[in-house]
């Protein structure tokens, strides 16, 4: 909950201060509404699956699929995309593999599958996502214009860290499942 709170007032902050140069020409409006909601949509999906279950909530799961939120609003806070050359790199690697970390906790929680179609979908999965979110960024900051000539010059560099903190998570996911089970 802490991390839900956390990203929502920085961004409210956003909302309400957009004169604010690290806050300027970035969305904040769409993402005052889309980061909570996309926040609490795999908690919920796991409430309304388990609903009728005893089992306790996965609520390290959960932080971890939170968090690159909070990384990413919090990078904008302290003006780090302007200010750190190599900050907005370090994000698409570390966001994608804190939130398929996450992800990959949740479809491994039963232990069914095997270890290495587990692995292959958390990073499948984070390859697909990480082209969800460039399109996203692409049709929020180039489409309409707001960034044009300075954001997507590393489109591909952007894929390829976020394929790669997917494909670490699902590496570090399969790890613990092995040690688990041994």
Same mark, same amino acid.
């Given at each position: =909950?802490? *991390?839900?709170? /956390? #990203? #929502?007032a920085q961004l409210a902050l956003a909302v309400l201060a957009p004169h604010l140069p690290q806050f300027s $020409?970035? /969305? +904040? $409006? /769409?993402r005052l509404v889309a980061y909570p909601?996309? =926040?609490?949509?795999?908690?919920? *999906? @796991? +409430? %309304?699956r388990h609903r009728r279950s005893p089992a306790p909530a996965p609520w390290p799961a959960f932080a971890l699929v939170m968090l690159p939120f909070l990384v990413d609003v919090s990078g904008?806070?302290?003006d780090l995309y302007d200010r750190v050359? @190599?900050?907005?790199?370090? %994000?698409? +690697?570390? &966001?994608w593999f804190l939130l398929l970390s996450g992800l990959g906790l949740l479809l491994d929680a039963e232990r069914r599958a095997p270890r290495g179609l587990v692995a292959l979908a958390i990073a499948g999965a984070g390859a697909l996502l990480a082209i969800v979110w460039?399109?996203?960024? @692409?049709a929020t900051f180039i489409r309409f214009g707001t960034e044009l000539g300075t954001a997507y010059t590393d489109t591909l560099g952007d894929l390829a860290l976020g394929t790669l $903190? $997917? %494909?670490?998570? /699902?590496?570090?996911?399969?790890?613990?499942?092995? &040690?688990? #089970?041994?």
């Open positions: =909950m802490a *991390i839900l709170v /956390a #990203t #929502t $020409g970035k /969305a +904040f $409006g /769409a909601l996309l =926040m609490c949509l795999v908690p919920a *999906i @796991w +409430f %309304c904008n806070t302290l050359l @190599w900050f907005d790199d370090l %994000c698409h +690697f570390l &966001n460039e399109v996203g960024e @692409w $903190g $997917g %494909c670490l998570a /699902a590496a570090l996911v399969s790890l613990r499942r092995a &040690n688990r #089970t041994s």
